[in-house]
Structures are given as structure tokens and as C-alpha cells.
């Protein structure tokens, strides 16, 4: 393991962590993280006791349990090297096996949603919530450790929608404390599992997946206090500063051809939280660099946007819908990182409907979750 030399410069031990690549190498390389590791205030939700005005019944729905291997086909079987072409038939097979995974993501995000909200069965959404992450806890494989590249993907992104929603309805679930240690080991073995899947990775690799894996450990840090966690979190975070360029490109995400405009939005996403999250606990950490996150959310939204990233992608731009789907749920976030650096906000869409979309893997409306009371 490298570690930070005592007349190392600001910056240059997130490089030699990323050297590394990130094998644990757990130096901070700015700042220092405090004892206790906290979410932005909004995020977590504070202890409920429920009303029964307007309440009304509801049954929880019984998903199936995943328990096959975490080895499926990738959409993109066959592309070239750019992974931009689109394989029918072996996603098809994918969207089959991981079926089981999507649903039980998807109601995750349901009750979380509804418990969130207080809603008219946000009580009852509470032991729903409970059981589902018990039952997935003590039977599922998802920390299958012999899990193909896609396998890890699916791992990855299944623990951000799970630990973010966790998270923020922690303090209103109605937790035994036995309970509350079946759902939190299981999500600890899970984090451990990906940070394993995303350590030594050349940085010629390092991309979407790795700010994705990184975000869903943050999460995991947060909830079990742990400061190893943390910091491999803040490391890969660091790194992905250091990738973004001068003018505010990610190069393994121009790597995607057509697909690069849709990826480096794709990427935004848990860089923001993750910015988020480090402003929170160490603010000195990458804030020499920050304003590269800026400058990237600047090229997304700008005029001629998709003209500049197929100029430097080299290609022109597939379809994007940059304005649907929750894909701008980065900006809450990223507001939140950058208090003081908010020039790019007179670039974001009039009607302001950005603010209610929402993304799963995110724990829902990032308005909610970071707030936008200050936009």
C-alpha cells in the first residue's frame, strides 16, 4: 500500500492512491474526515410517529429472491471497443435474469418513496420496507463473489438504490435491534464486496462504473460509521477529479463515441453525490479541484452542447433527453458541494422541472435529499 509522505503537496497523494489503483490505500490525502461520518442534514429523514388520519391498509407485495450467479450478458455484447452499439438480443437476456433485481430495486424505491412522503400507507410501507431488506439480506446472492463485469455493475448500482433509500427512512423503520443488524451487515458485506470489484483498476479504466461503485460505499460508510469506507470512497472520488480535464471532459467517457454526452451525464450523477457527501465530512479534500465538476456540468447544459462533445468525441451524439428521466438529478447535489461556485445554475431549463425528477439510485428527489430551497 502507497502511503502519503509528509511533504507530499495537496492533491499528489490522491494521485498516488490512484496508482495504486485505490487497492485501500486509505491516506487522506487533504483535510481529515471527522469521527463521525454524516450525510447533508436533508438527506436522512428525522423519527416518525405515524398518523393514522387517512391512513388506509396495505398489503406487501412478495417478490421473488434472487439467487442465481451475479454472471449475466452485457447490452453491448459484440460493440467495439467504445461499447456504443447496442446488442438486442443479449439484453434481452440480461433484462431477463436480472428481472428479479430490478423489481426488488424498484419497490425499494415504492416504499421508500411513500415513507418519505408520509403517505397514506407510509406506516404500513415501513414494515414492508423492513421485511423486503431482510428477506433479500438472509437469502439473496447479491455479493456473489464470482460475478462477471456486468454482475458487478448490476451489484453496484442495486446497493446505491437500496442504501440510499435505507438511508433516508432509517429513523422511521420500525427497527428491533437484531433487525437493524441483518439489514446493516448485509449492506457492509455488500460495500466491502464492490470495493473489492473496483480496487486496483488501471486508470485508463477508470470511469462511470468506478464513481457509481464509490457512491454506493459512500453510502454504506455513512450508515455504519466506518472510516475505511469513507475514505477508498473519497480516494476514487479525488481520482475522478484528477481524470476531468482542463476544459471539463472526462476522456474515458469521450472513449463512448456516440454515447459520450449520455456517459459524462451518466458520471455526473454520483460525482455530485459524492461531492455532496465529502463537502460534508472533509471539505478541504478536492476543493483545489472542485470547480472542475462545475466546468463539466457547464459543458452538459451550454448551447451546443452535443456539437462540442461530438467534436471532441469524434463522432456526432446519439439521442439524449438530457431534461427527462431524473437525468439532471445532479444538480441539487452539486449546488449543494458548491455553495460558492454557482454560475453555471443561470445555464439549467426556466420551468425548473429538473427539481422534481428524481433517480433511484440516488434515494429519490435529490431536491428532497440535498435541497433546493437556496436555487
Request: proline share 4%.
Given at each position: 500500500?502507497l502511503?502519503?509522505?509528509?511533504?507530499?503537496?495537496?492533491?499528489?497523494?490522491?494521485?498516488?492512491?490512484?496508482?495504486?489503483?485505490?487497492?485501500?490505500?486509505n491516506?487522506?490525502?487533504?483535510?481529515?474526515?471527522p469521527?463521525?461520518?454524516?450525510?447533508?442534514?436533508?438527506?436522512?429523514?428525522?423519527?416518525?410517529t405515524?398518523?393514522e388520519?387517512n391512513?388506509?391498509?396495505?398489503?406487501?407485495q412478495?417478490l421473488?429472491?434472487?439467487?442465481?450467479?451475479?454472471s449475466?450478458?452485457s447490452k453491448?455484447?459484440?460493440s467495439?471497443k467504445?461499447?456504443a452499439?447496442?446488442?438486442?438480443?443479449?439484453?434481452?437476456a440480461?433484462l431477463?435474469?436480472?428481472?428479479p433485481?430490478h423489481?426488488?430495486?424498484?419497490?425499494?424505491?415504492?416504499?421508500?418513496?411513500h415513507?418519505q412522503?408520509?403517505?397514506?400507507?407510509?406506516?404500513?410501507?415501513?414494515y414492508c420496507?423492513?421485511?423486503?431488506?431482510?428477506?433479500?439480506?438472509k437469502?439473496?446472492?447479491?455479493?456473489?463473489?464470482?460475478a462477471?463485469?456486468?454482475?458487478?455493475a448490476v451489484?453496484?448500482?442495486?446497493?446505491?438504490?437500496?442504501?440510499?433509500?435505507y438511508?433516508?427512512?432509517?429513523e422511521k423503520?420500525?427497527?428491533?435491534?437484531?433487525?437493524?443488524?441483518?439489514?446493516e451487515s448485509?449492506?457492509?458485506?455488500?460495500a466491502?464486496?464492490?470495493?473489492?470489484d473496483?480496487?486496483?483498476?488501471p486508470?485508463?479504466?477508470?470511469?462511470?462504473h468506478?464513481?457509481?461503485?464509490?457512491w454506493s460505499?459512500?453510502?454504506?460508510?455513512?450508515i455504519?460509521?466506518?472510516?475505511?469506507?469513507?475514505q477508498?470512497?473519497?480516494?476514487?472520488?479525488?481520482?475522478?477529479l484528477?481524470?476531468?480535464?482542463h476544459?471539463?471532459f472526462?476522456?474515458?467517457?469521450?472513449?463512448r463515441?456516440?454515447?459520450?454526452?449520455?456517459?459524462?451525464?451518466?458520471?455526473?450523477?454520483?460525482l455530485?453525490?459524492l461531492?455532496?457527501?465529502?463537502?460534508?465530512n472533509?471539505?478541504?479534500?478536492?476543493?483545489?479541484?472542485?470547480?472542475?465538476?462545475?466546468?463539466?456540468?457547464?459543458?452538459l447544459?451550454?448551447d451546443?452542447?452535443i456539437?462540442?462533445?461530438?467534436a471532441?468525441a469524434?463522432?456526432?451524439?446519439s439521442?439524449?433527453?438530457l431534461?427527462s428521466?431524473?437525468h439532471?438529478?445532479?444538480?441539487?447535489?452539486?449546488?449543494?458541494?458548491?455553495?460558492?461556485?454557482a454560475?453555471?445554475?443561470?445555464?439549467?431549463?426556466?420551468?425548473?422541472?429538473y427539481?422534481t425528477?428524481?433517480?433511484?439510485?440516488?434515494?429519490?428527489?435529490?431536491?428532497?435529499?440535498?435541497?433546493?430551497?437556496t436555487?
Amino acid at each position: 500500500m502507497l502511503k502519503q509522505r509528509n511533504n507530499v503537496t495537496p492533491g499528489v497523494a490522491s494521485v498516488f492512491c490512484a496508482a495504486a489503483l485505490l487497492s485501500g490505500c486509505n491516506s487522506m490525502s487533504e483535510g481529515e474526515v471527522p469521527s463521525h461520518i454524516v450525510a447533508p442534514p436533508a438527506f436522512v429523514q428525522s423519527a416518525q410517529t405515524w398518523s393514522e388520519k387517512n391512513a388506509k391498509p396495505y398489503a406487501c407485495q412478495q417478490l421473488p429472491i434472487f439467487t442465481d450467479s451475479l454472471s449475466f450478458r452485457s447490452k453491448y455484447e459484440g460493440s467495439d471497443k467504445r461499447r456504443a452499439t447496442l446488442n438486442e438480443e443479449a439484453e434481452a437476456a440480461y433484462l431477463q435474469r436480472t428481472q428479479p433485481i430490478h423489481e426488488f430495486a424498484k419497490y425499494v424505491a415504492y416504499l421508500g418513496k411513500h415513507i418519505q412522503r408520509d403517505s397514506n400507507i407510509a406506516k404500513e410501507a415501513s414494515y414492508c420496507f423492513t421485511s423486503l431488506l431482510i428477506d433479500w439480506a438472509k437469502g439473496s446472492t447479491l455479493n456473489d463473489p464470482e460475478a462477471n463485469m456486468t454482475g458487478k455493475a448490476v451489484r453496484k448500482w442495486t446497493l446505491s438504490t437500496t442504501a440510499s433509500y435505507y438511508l433516508s427512512v432509517k429513523e422511521k423503520l420500525p427497527l428491533n435491534d437484531v433487525e437493524q443488524a441483518t439489514i446493516e451487515s448485509w449492506l457492509y458485506r455488500l460495500a466491502q464486496q464492490v470495493k473489492h470489484d473496483y480496487s486496483n483498476r488501471p486508470l485508463r479504466k477508470v470511469n462511470n462504473h468506478d464513481y457509481w461503485a464509490a457512491w454506493s460505499v459512500m453510502l454504506v460508510a455513512v450508515i455504519k460509521n466506518d472510516r475505511a469506507l469513507y475514505q477508498w470512497s473519497e480516494n476514487v472520488y479525488l481520482t475522478a477529479l484528477s481524470q476531468i480535464t482542463h476544459d471539463g471532459f472526462l476522456p474515458n467517457e469521450l472513449k463512448r463515441g456516440a454515447r459520450a454526452y449520455a456517459y459524462h451525464n451518466f458520471a455526473l450523477l454520483p460525482l455530485s453525490g459524492l461531492a455532496a457527501f465529502v463537502h460534508e465530512n472533509n471539505a478541504q479534500a478536492g476543493n483545489h479541484q472542485r470547480s472542475k465538476l462545475t466546468l463539466l456540468a457547464e459543458n452538459l447544459l451550454k448551447d451546443g452542447a452535443i456539437e462540442d462533445f461530438s467534436a471532441h468525441a469524434g463522432e456526432a451524439q446519439s439521442g439524449f433527453d438530457l431534461h427527462s428521466d431524473g437525468h439532471l438529478s445532479w444538480v441539487a447535489p452539486l449546488k449543494y458541494a458548491t455553495d460558492n461556485d454557482a454560475s453555471w445554475l443561470s445555464l439549467l431549463p426556466d420551468d425548473s422541472s429538473y427539481q422534481t425528477h428524481g433517480y433511484t439510485r440516488m434515494g429519490g428527489n435529490t431536491c428532497e435529499r440535498f435541497g433546493c430551497d437556496t436555487m
